[in-house]
Each structure stands twice: as C-alpha cells, then as structure tokens.
C-alpha cells in the first residue's frame, strides 16, 4: 500500500508564495514520473507539472515561470514552489506519482487526497 499526502495550501493575497509538498510513504521500491495537477471549481483536473526520477521538469504553459517542481528521492518527497500567484490559480492541488511498489512487477498510479489554495485579496 502506497499513500501520497499534500501539505502546504493555503490563503494568500494576489503576488504572494507558496510551497506545497508530497510525502509518499509505504511499501515503496521506486518512484518515477511525480506530478502536481489541480482542479478548480467547475473545471476538469489539468496538468501543472511533473518532473521524472532523473529530475526533468515539465510545467503547463499558464504556470511557466512562476512555479517550480523539485523532488528529494531520498525522502520520496516532491515540492511546488509557487511565486506569483493570481486568483486564477485557485485550486485544489493533487499530487500523483507512478509507484513501483513491493517488485518491478508492480507498477501502479496514487494520487494524494488534495491541498486548497486560494488567491484572493
């Protein structure tokens, strides 16, 4: 059993940061591609980042420039630092990450259980 946990949303005026982060814990052998989506009220789930194992980052264009995905491998931990914030970027924020769980055999997707972040003055 693999669980994905989201800390670190949150209230926070237009221009300002913030840093989510993903704790993956359980039976974990390793971790691939990891990704942060969101979803606002209304709207379908969209992509905002992923970054693989070996650190290659992809980001959706309306977040380029102002988020930044890292990962620690050690710690099966990813972040999104996120600067510049607008009222559109009101969301909730889920991680996701592809696991190899207990063997190479076993592959599969988690998803955490989401963080809000809201951007209002």
């Known amino acids: 059993q693999v669980q994905l946990v989201e800390s670190g949303g949150g209230l926070v005026q237009p221009g300002g940061s913030l840093r989510l982060s993903c704790a993956a814990s359980g039976n974990i052998l390793r971790i691939n591609t990891m990704g942060w989506y969101r979803q606002a009220p209304g709207k379908q789930r969209e992509l905002v980042a992923t970054i693989t194992s070996e650190g290659m980052r992809n980001y959706a264009d309306s977040v380029k420039g102002r988020f930044t995905i890292s990962r620690d491998n050690a710690k099966n931990t990813m972040y999104l630092q996120m600067d510049s914030l607008k009222p559109e970027d009101t969301a909730v924020y889920y991680c996701?990450?592809?696991?190899?769980?207990?063997?190479?055999?076993?592959?599969?997707?988690?998803w955490g259980q989401g963080t809000q972040v809201t951007v209002s003055s």
């Open positions: 996701n990450a592809g696991v190899f769980s207990g063997t190479l055999l076993n592959y599969a997707g988690y």
